[in-house]
Structure formats: structure tokens, C-alpha cells
């Protein structure tokens, strides 16, 4: 009976299945038709403005170039999609004009920056990335689309999945940190947030993969700058997320800035032509970087606009953001022949499927809903939502003295330092159209958690920059009176993000000095930061028993922050990106490779430094909880593996402390010996899994052979037979550890 009642039901699921394939493929043809059809009617310099890309003058995130008139560009059929364009009125406005106004009416995409929520603003993206925790990123990324789409946006620029090794470099704070496993898995998770299963509906919106490739690897940690990667980096660290946005059906790629192997990115047909749209066989668009097309010129590849124009559509990039070359010098590059028509066909094809894919051509107003601006952007339902993501991207760093959670036996609370009654520099970089006034501040969110019994006194006591010292003794004196001293300290939120680069990572002006005069009244602190990438610590790490990473957490950083002082949510943020000791020590990062002089304690000729250890002083993987967690031996279902065989890893997690908690099991192999070197553990899977105090539970992995191959540099893969170690743990720096052999040929 049982098994009848499964057959059938398997049989439900496979016509249903069947038919959702079926109409998905009925739909795609209508689509493409659709396009075609379009196409058709279209005039060679209609199919060059719908490559073109304009920014808004109201908000630009770039230096404007043209003072063109937006309206009368569309009017004159040269605007394809806008960007920056701000709220529901002025974008209806502008619809209006090309749908009413244009030959064909065709509607315009408009384009924004939603990198971690619109209004409504979630934590920077590596500070969610710290959450390992997929299901919430995309729920982050959900409410982002949500309120985007309600007022007038339908593409934003996100995920930035660069991977990226260097904390000097700004942009560290829009990505997912420094590892290409738990970076691709994120990449997916942010894009299935932003669209949804249905690009149609009203309020998903079309993702962006950027910057495509290698932005994050850019010399000395400076924007922009020189990039220099070989092919095997590329493939084994900088494509992955990128590959893996495709796979997830991220509808757009943008190109970066850098150069790659002497070509910048924009202009590589090697990458974007060959690897994107032929070796992944990408269908949707491209557009450039701000200008990027342009920037060919500055770069030294193209001696004009002309120039710039011929490479970047040559190489596959389907649309000119800001760059005014396309419209101003593809119509003529073809009618000489020197373009191909074919090239523009194919760009014009791509960019008319997102549209039909977002349903602007059957409704261009669709995005633009006041009644929904108003009942959903801030809404209650969104805050909860990202206060959760806030307080699930928490590290704890240190918490020697077990002052954390903070008592109830604290009735005098001081509270000092520049970020703590600073809700405008919680939001972070990037934060769309997100607004201080709506934030919680750290001293708000402490003020409201704590009873009435409970005294809050503040200080501010220095600028985040510059040498005033005037205020110290004032925050010296809070700190006197208090039982305990919550210190706020970090960056302002344009310290990281774009062209934010710096050299120096220490707290910046004179922070670690207040530090050091709180310090000195020997009342414990808790040292609270707030800053957009990895900070060096060094000092601090050694001088100050209570540390917590809070990053830039956006709207509900004050109430997340209370959360966790107080205890109502136990810390379990994991790092995504190493700290270093020093700037000298940069790039430091777990998977690093062993050399042919590993080091060796008291040993002169091995790698490493006369002043510094070789590892960072907070790892990939690191992050503390109220409570601790104990691993079991690791069990392996057989020491030797078949290529078709699976692996199963088991090891039991016990809470041992005195709090319930949540805690990220972290699973790292070792090839160690293989026709190319490899890391000394890379990240292949983890599992977060919540245990109340005395609970303990059988978690297990499970590997296969994609898990132990590499790409080689021409993008093929490989896995030598031989030993493997396999380690697990709650950091990389804490595992059990077990070894297999993986044999060749069949069983
Ligand atoms: C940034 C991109 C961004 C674009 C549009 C550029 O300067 O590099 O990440 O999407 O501006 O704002």
C-alpha cells in the first residue's frame, strides 16, 4: 500500500516536473520570438542606444562626464537604462518619456546599487557573509529586492563576489571575504535572494555578478589599480563565485576596472568572450563598469572613444555604463565595417530578454508602486529581518574574562568613543537609500534593553579622525563612575567602500589612545568595533579581554549589538577574512600553500618573518560564543575511496558551556601530494547547527571526487590519487583530523 501510494506520488512529481520544463521552454521561445520580433523593426542607431547606460545627475556614485539632458537622450532614443535614478515619481516620469516618446516604445531598465538593502539596510556583505548562514543572506537580499522593486528598480549591482586576500583594499566590505567555497555559496545564495524563481515578478529584480574578474586582487591594496594573475589563480580563486553566480542564473555580469594579463577586463575577449559567454555559455548581459569602456583610453589600449568602443563590444561587453563611447562611435565602426552588425544583434538580443524577462514590455510600470513604497519600505517585518542577519554577523573575538553577557548585576554602565552615538556610520558603505535617521545607534539600542534600575552614562571622547584629545578626560570620568565600559570605536563608513583605500589599519587617529585611557582606570571594557574590513588588533588583542567585531551592521545595529551584550542572542559569527598582526604581513590568508621550506619554530632558512608570525592573528574560520563546543574523533565510512564513491565523515558536537548555542562546523581537506601545489586546507564544506547547554549531536559530510579535484589553468579538472587529510572543526586552527587515500580506477 505504502509503496503504491509513493509510486504514484513520484509519478505526480515527475509529470509535474515535466510540465513545469515544458512550459518553461514554451516561454523561453515565446520570449526569444518576442525579441526577434523587435529586433526586426529596430534601426542600427535604436539597437546602439539601448547599449547605452546613463546616470541619473541626482545621485551619482562616479564622476559624471557629459551634462547631457537625460530626458532628451531617451526622447532621442539613445538611452537603453539609467542608473541612480531616485524614487517612484521621477522614474515613472522618465518611463513615461521613453515608452510615450520613443519610435518604439521601448521601456527603459533602471538600475541601482542595492548592495545590502535599499532602505531598510542589512549589514555590509562581509559582515553578513560572517553568518555562514545561506537561508538568511537570501532572506537579507529579499528584503533588499522587495523595497527596490517597490520604488521604481528592477537590476542592482550585486553580489559583488570578488574575492578578496587584501584589507588595505576599500571594496573588502562588499564582498564575502577571502575564501572561493564559501564565496561561491554565498554569490548563490545573494542572487536567488534578488530574484527570486520568477524575474517577472513585481518585486524580484535582476542580479549583477561583479566585478568581472580579479578587481580584488589589485596591487598594494589600491582601487583600481595594476592587477597581475596568472591563469591557474584566476581559475582556482577569482572565477569561482563568479562561475557559481552563473550556475545560480544571475541574469547580468558587470566587467571591473583592473586589467588582467596586460588586458583590462573590459576589453578581454579572453574573458568575458571566451570563459563568460563561450565557455559557460552565458546568456545574459554584460554591462561595464562605470566608464570602463572610457577608461580603456587612460589604461593604454585604445587611442580614443572609437578606439575603446571596438574593443569592449568585440570582447563581449553588451553595455556602455557612463562611458558615452558606444553611442558615440559604434553606429560609425559598423557602417565601416569594422564592426561586425552581428555583435550589436547579439548585445541588443541580450539586453531585450532581461527587459521581456522583467515583464517591462508587458507592463513598464510595474516597479512603480507609491502604495507599496510606503507600506513595505521600513516595515517592521523587513527590521526583524535584518536584525537578525545583524546579529548573526557579530564576531566574537575575545572574551577572556567571561564579562560577556553582560549581567544584571551592572547597574552602572558607561558607554564612550565616536561610534557610539553614531547611527549614520552603522549603515556602512554603499547603503543605497538607506538614511541615519532611520538607524539605531549603539548607545539607542543599549538604552532601550536595559531596565530602569540600570544607569547609562556617555562620553564621546574623540572624532573617529584627528588628534583632539580634549574629550578623554570626560570619557575617563564616565568610565570612573561606571562598573563597566562599553568602547565604541572604528571607522566612518566612508573609510571602506570605493576609492577607500588605506595603509594603515589601526584604529584610526587617536581611538587606540581613549582605549588606552580607559584602560587605565582598570574598570573592565568591552571593546566594540565597528569598521568596514579587518583592523589590526595587535594591541589590542593583547591589552583588552573583551573584544566583539560588530562591523557595520545598518539599520538595527544599535538592537543587535544589545542582543548580544545582554545575552538574548549568543554570538556565533565565524571570520570570512583574516586580521592581520601588521600592514607588513598583507596578503595573510588560511589557504595558504606550504612553500618548500615550511616553517619551522627556531629554524633560520624557512619562510618567514624576523618580526611577526607568518599567521594572521584572527583567522578565516575564528569566532567565539558565550558557550564552548566539544568535538569527537572523526569518523570516516572507509580509508580508501573509488573515484565514484562518496566519502561520509561523521563527528559528534557537544555544547559543554553554559549557554544554548549556535555553532558553524567547518570541513577542510588536504591533497597532499598532486601534480600542483595545493593549499594546506581548503574549505569544502560546513554546516551550522544550534545546540541547547549539555545537548550533543552526529553531524556528518559527505565528499565526492569533484570535492578533491582542481582546476588547472585552462579550466579543466584533475584529482591525483594519494593521500588526503581531512579536518574538522569550529576553526580552521582547532580540528580533528583524519586521512584517506583516494586510489584511481574503478572499484
Ligand atoms: C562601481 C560599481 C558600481 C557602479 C555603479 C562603479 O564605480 O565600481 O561597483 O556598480 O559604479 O554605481
Redesign the pocket.
Known amino acids: 500500500m505504502i509503496v503504491k501510494e509513493m509510486k504514484r506520488m513520484a509519478l505526480c512529481l515527475f509529470l509535474l516536473l515535466f510540465a513545469g520544463s515544458v512550459w518553461s521552454a514554451a516561454k523561453e521561445d515565446r520570449t526569444e520570438q518576442r525579441v526577434d520580433s523587435v529586433l526586426r523593426l529596430m534601426t542600427l542607431s535604436e539597437k546602439i542606444g539601448q547599449m547605452n547606460q546613463v546616470?541619473s545627475k541626482e545621485d551619482p556614485?562616479?564622476q559624471l562626464t557629459e551634462c547631457s539632458n537625460e530626458e532628451e537622450l531617451i526622447r532621442s532614443g539613445q538611452v537603453g537604462s539609467m542608473?541612480?535614478v531616485v524614487g517612484v515619481e521621477r522614474t515613472r516620469h522618465l518611463q513615461e518619456i521613453a515608452v510615450n516618446d520613443t519610435r518604439l516604445h521601448i521601456p527603459l531598465i533602471f538600475?541601482?546599487?542595492v548592495v545590502h538593502g535599499y532602505k531598510t539596510i542589512s549589514p555590509v556583505p562581509l559582515a553578513e557573509s560572517c553568518s555562514w548562514d545561506m537561508d538568511l543572506i537570501e532572506k537579507s537580499a529579499r528584503v533588499a529586492a522587495e523595497e527596490a522593486t517597490a520604488s521604481g528598480i528592477q537590476w542592482t549591482?550585486a553580489p559583488?563576489v570578488d574575492i578578496a586576500r587584501d584589507p588595505r583594499w576599500g571594496?573588502v566590505m562588499?564582498g564575502s571575504g577571502e575564501d572561493p567555497y564559501l564565496g561561491s555559496a554565498i554569490a548563490k545564495a545573494r542572487v536567488r535572494g534578488f530574484q527570486g524563481t520568477d524575474l517577472s515578478a513585481y518585486n524580484t529584480m535582476a542580479a549583477?555578478a561583479?566585478?568581472f574578474v580579479g578587481y580584488g586582487a589589485a596591487e598594494g591594496g589600491r582601487d583600481y589599480n595594476t592587477v597581475d594573475i596568472s591563469k591557474q589563480r584566476l581559475r582556482e580563486l577569482y572565477l569561482p563565485p563568479f562561475s557559481a553566480a552563473a550556475d545560480a542564473g544571475v541574469a547580468t555580469f558587470?566587467n571591473s576596472?583592473n586589467e588582467v594579463m596586460g588586458v583590462p577586463a573590459t576589453g578581454s575577449t579572453y574573458l568575458v568572450r571566451d570563459i563568460l559567454k563561450g565557455e559557460w555559455n552565458f546568456p545574459g548581459v554584460v554591462v561595464s563598469?562605470?566608464?570602463s569602456v572610457a577608461e580603456l583610453i587612460p589604461h593604454g589600449v585604445a587611442e580614443d572613444k572609437c578606439d575603446a568602443a571596438q574593443l569592449a563590444v568585440t570582447a563581449g561587453c553588451d553595455m556602455d555604463?557612463e562611458g558615452y563611447c558606444y553611442v558615440s562611435s559604434l553606429e560609425k565602426l559598423v557602417l565601416e565595417g569594422v564592426v561586425s552588425e552581428s555583435l550589436i544583434d547579439d548585445a541588443v538580443r541580450r539586453i531585450l530578454r532581461l527587459k521581456f524577462d522583467l515583464g517591462l514590455f508587458d507592463d513598464p510600470y510595474r516597479y512603480c508602486d507609491a502604495e507599496r513604497e510606503k507600506a513595505e519600505i521600513l516595515s517592521a517585518e523587513h527590521r526583524k529581518v535584518v536584525r537578525e542577519m545583524a546579529c548573526k554577523s557579530i564576531v566574537l573575538l575575545e572574551n577572556r574574562e567571561g564579562i560577556l553577557p553582560l549581567d544584571n548585576r551592572c547597574k552602572n554602565i558607561g558607554i564612550v568613543g565616536p561610534l557610539a552615538d553614531n547611527p549614520d556610520d552603522m549603515l556602512g558603505s554603499w547603503c543605497a537609500r538607506g538614511d541615519g535617521k532611520d538607524a539605531i545607534g549603539i548607545l539607542q539600542g543599549i538604552k532601550q534593553a536595559v531596565g530602569k534600575g540600570v544607569r547609562i552614562r556617555y562620553a564621546k571622547g574623540c572624532e573617529i579622525e584627528g588628534d583632539d584629545r580634549s574629550g578623554f578626560s570626560e570619557a575617563v570620568q564616565v568610565a570612573e563612575n561606571s562598573d563597566v565600559v562599553i568602547v565604541c570605536v572604528g571607522e566612518n563608513r566612508f573609510m571602506s567602500g570605493?576609492a577607500a583605500s588605506r595603509t594603515r589599519l589601526t584604529l584610526p587617529g587617536v581611538q587606540r589612545e581613549l582605549l588606552k585611557a580607559i584602560k587605565e582606570t582598570g574598570k573592565p571594557i568591552v571593546l566594540l568595533l565597528s569598521n568596514g574590513r579587518p583592523l589590526v588588533l595587535d594591541w589590542e588583542k593583547e591589552n583588552i579581554g573583551t573584544i566583539v567585531e560588530c562591523w557595520q551592521l545598518g539599520s538595527e545595529a544599535g538592537n543587535a549589538i544589545a542582543d548580544v551584550l545582554f545575552g538574548k542572542y549568543n554570538p556565533s559569527g565565524k571570520l570570512t577574512m583574516s586580521f592581520p598582526y601588521n600592514e607588513g604581513q598583507i596578503p595573510v590568508y588560511y589557504n595558504a600553500k606550504s612553500t618548500g621550506r615550511p616553517y619551522v619554530p627556531n629554524v633560520r632558512y624557512v619562510t618567514r618573518y624576523l618580526d611577526c608570525p607568518n599567521v594572521s592573528l584572527y583567522s578565516f574560520g575564528y569566532g567565539l560564543s558565550y558557550t564552548r563546543f566539544e568535538y569527537g574523533e572523526l569518523k570516516l565510512d572507509k580509508d580508501t575511496m573509488f573515484p565514484g564513491e562518496k566519502l561520509r565523515i561523521d563527528v559528534s558536537v557537544a555544547n559543554v558551556g553554559n549557554y544554548d548555542g549556535e555553532e558553524t562546523v567547518q570541513l577542510y581537506i588536504r591533497d597532499v601530494c598532486s601534480k600542483i601545489t595545493r593549499p594546506e586546507k581548503e574549505l569544502k564544506g560546513f554546516k551550522k547547527v544550534f545546540l541547547k547547554k549539555g545537548e550533543r549531536t552526529d553531524i556528518s559530510f559527505e565528499l565526492s571526487l569533484a570535492d578533491l579535484e582542481y582546476v588547472l589553468a585552462d579550466g579543466s579538472r584533475e584529482s591525483d590519487p594519494g593521500l588526503f587529510e581531512v579536518f574538522v572543526g569550529g576553526n580552521p586552527d582547532d580540528v580533528k583530523k583524519a586521512e584517506f587515500i583516494l586510489v584511481q580506477g574503478d572499484k
Do not use: V
Open positions: 546616470s556614485t562616479g542608473l541612480n538600475a541601482l546599487d549591482f559583488m571594496r562588499e549583477c561583479k566585478h558587470m576596472f563598469d562605470w566608464g555604463m570605493e
